[in-house]
């Protein structure tokens, strides 16, 4: 009879050690779950910050070259684009106003990354 008893412990001691990976396995998923996801939002925090400083130059661009500068370029994975319009919220005797919208995105993408808008004085 003892050595039915050690059988049947010793079986119990290998389900144990089964249910023992499986929880490690799931924590083990779960862990890496969460790295995948913060190096993600890392990078997307990244994008952004980039998009933001090529908009902030494109519109420098667009102010201090007038409307002879380029309008849109590569920089890097980014694109960006300037649109000029002008600005319908004149009062007489006002000069006139241009709407400057720099819009950044990523090939493929189907929203825009950044954009950003600002007024000139109308060339």
Do not use: C
Not at 36 to 52: L, M
Not at 95 to 112: A, E, F, K, M, N
């Amino acid at each position: 009879m003892k050595h039915g008893a050690a059988f049947r412990e010793q079986g119990y001691g290998l389900v144990e050690a089964l249910l023992a990976m499986a929880i490690i396995a799931v924590m083990m998923s779960a862990l890496f779950s969460s790295i995948s996801n913060n190096a993600k939002a890392t990078r997307a925090v990244a994008d952004r910050r980039a998009a933001v400083l090529i908009a902030k130059s494109a519109l420098d661009l667009a102010i201090g070259g007038g409307a002879e500068g380029p309008r849109s370029g590569d920089a890097g994975r980014f694109r960006w684009q300037i649109a000029i319009d002008p600005y319908r919220g004149e009062s007489a005797g006002a000069p006139r106003l241009d709407r400057v919208t720099v819009t950044i995105d990523q090939p493929g993408s189907p929203v825009p990354l950044f954009q950003l808008r600002s007024l000139r004085i109308g060339q």
